[in-house]
DNA sequence: ATGGTTGCAGCGCAA
């Protein structure tokens, strides 16, 4: 079984004896991260190499970030949405054993109606275009990440608090279900439709963590032929309960090997 | 409580 995971990991400078110790605990043959906040001459190569992943980064000083490492060699690398000239670091496409994935954090939006808004509307249409591609070639892809999109009531915490707040607004969820339904399979919700508190990002403030106020903004999104083949699901809470971490808990899948 | 915390860069901005 090859098991692949999704990781707003929130800075890898800052993270990394945490991502090191998960990484040796865990062995996922493949992890997309976001918002690694680092430029690629920063990023920490080596120490990841050492534990025989193979690394391709899309970096950016500061903000954004992304990076897919694998057991297995990565071949046609594409950085950012192909057919978006985008000056942000928000996208990443790879090969691997055969499978295609890719990496993305698309934009948090801030507030519904500003600016930065209208981005992430944007950068959800080019995703969407992008995937419509994607998908024609009828084979194993998953494109995992942070996708700052609650899907539903049910993946929040207090659906009233946040009842069209940006993470939540129905345009987001109109472009979040309108890639979904070109034909994705969302990994997690797929294997536990009912389960309730299934929470991928928790706000550093308020206490939320201790409190469970999370939300579901992450996601591992499986073409058909890889679908076919998903054996499991999870969240990584364990990860994020330790100190220091991440305010986002990794998403995690198992596919069964079928090459 | 238009608050709270965190990371980066370098004390304001993004999340």
Redo the contacts with the bound molecule.
Sequence with gaps: MLTIATWNI??I???LPLLLSWLKETAPDIVLLQ?T???DDQFPREAIEDLQYNIAISGQ????GVAILSKFPLEDVTLGIPGFADDQARYLEAVTNGMRVASVYV????AVGTD?YQYKLTFLKHLYAHTQTLLTYDEAFVLGGDF?IAPTDQDVYDPEEWHEKILCSTPEREGLRSLVYLGLTDALRALHPHQKELYTWWD???GDWQNNFGLRIDHLLLSPQAADHLTEAFVDKNVRAIE?SS?HAPVVCGINCFM
């Design positions: 929130n800075s400078r800052m993270r918002e906040k680092t430029s000083k500061s903000y954004n934009p948090n939006g801030s930065k700052n550093y403030r308020r220091k305010d």
